[in-house]
């Protein structure tokens, strides 16, 4: 019930993001410069600050951690640039829903949820599982976004991004076991605090502009939802622990990539001069359904 109840509230955060693009506070541009906000700034934030506290998170997870999580988006990337083929048709089609199959909003969404569940200190986890995306996504999702599927677009820069930065800061404090002085530890959780809310409204704002019809979606938007929130993460659950992966690991992993579509895919669209729209309605139809979906998924390890 309690997670049925979290998912509920950041729904709500996606709803009044949809009434201020309506009531003119939200739109195309405003849009644009809060999603580089939050991909630049807050985001990191959120992730050093899950390790700026009196309790630090276990290091002895910190290894296996990384591991599952390589394997993991190697297993996506095949569902990423291999599964659409037998969805749609159209090129920019199967790129935007190979992007919904890689890549969950974790960030975003799966950070509150995964502290609802096992603690707070359990974002440092989630956030060491998301480092291989971070790295992914900004490449392998970009050119799924842009549908130029190149080794050039593998640019090594992309370990020096913001949220790669913050994600190995944070491993580098928990494994020397360094506690932050409070005077920038408040500072840097009040600015990571900003990130879910900020994220779910422009993910609402997005969807003020689809035409309703749109917004409820089409057959091949189902059938990614579908394989997003269920099909995947229960294949790699059931795939860890037939390998003997940790209980603790295999559960906050599933969870991480139970998330519905991240919603860097509608910010990658504005930033790139791509349609949004089917990424938005995947986006839109994945959040709502994950209000049902990632409570009955957690029933597997309670």
């Known amino acids: 019930m309690e997670n049925l109840e979290v998912m509920v509230t950041l729904f709500i955060i996606v709803i009044l993001g949809y009434v201020l693009c309506k009531l003119g506070y939200m739109g195309d541009k405003f849009d644009q410069k809060l999603s580089t906000i939050v ?22 997870l910190i290894l296996p951690l990384l591991g599952v999580s390589i394997l993991t988006y190697i297993i996506l990337l095949a569902f990423g640039f291999f599964v659409p083929r037998f969805i749609a048709k159209d090129h920019d089609a199967q ?42 996504i900004f490449t392998a999702g970009v050119m799924l976004i842009k549908g130029e599927y190149s080794i050039k677009q593998l640019n090594p820069k992309i370990l020096f991004s913001p949220a790669m930065i913050a994600a190995f800061a ?23 605090n900003i990130t879910v809310p900020a994220a779910l409204m422009i993910i609402g704002s ?27 993460p229960l294949s790699l659950f059931f795939l860890f622990k037939a390998l003997g992966v940790s209980e603790v690991v295999n559960a906050i992993n599933t969870v991480v990539i139970a998330m519905p ?12 001069g791509r349609n949004p729209a089917l990424m938005t309605e995947i ?15 957690t029933l597997l390890f309670k």
Do not use: Q
């Open 95 to 136: 790129g935007m829903i190979g992007f919904t199959l890689m890549f969950a909003n974790v960030g975003f969404i799966g950070y509150p949820i995964v502290a609802s569940i096992f603690g707070p200190h359990a974002i440092f986890y989630a956030a060491l599982l998301n480092m291989p995306n971070t790295f992914f």
């Open 39 to 60: 991909i630049d700034i807050t985001c990191p934030s959120l992730i050093l600050s899950s390790v700026m506290g009196d309790t630090l998170p276990d290091r002895t």
């Open 206 to 232: 997005s969807m003020a502009r689809l035409p309703l019809h749109d917004i409820i979606g089409t057959p091949k938007v189902y059938v990614a939802s579908l394989l997003r929130l269920c099909i995947i």
């Open 170 to 192: 944070a491993a580098l404090l928990v494994a020397f076991n360094i506690r932050t002085p409070e005077l920038i530890a408040k500072p840097v959780t009040m600015v990571g």
């Open 261 to 272: 579509a991240a919603s860097y895919g509608t910010m990658f669209c504005l930033k790139y």
């Open 283 to 297: 986006t839109f139809i994945t959040t709502v359904a994950s209000i049902f979906t990632i409570p009955m998924i």
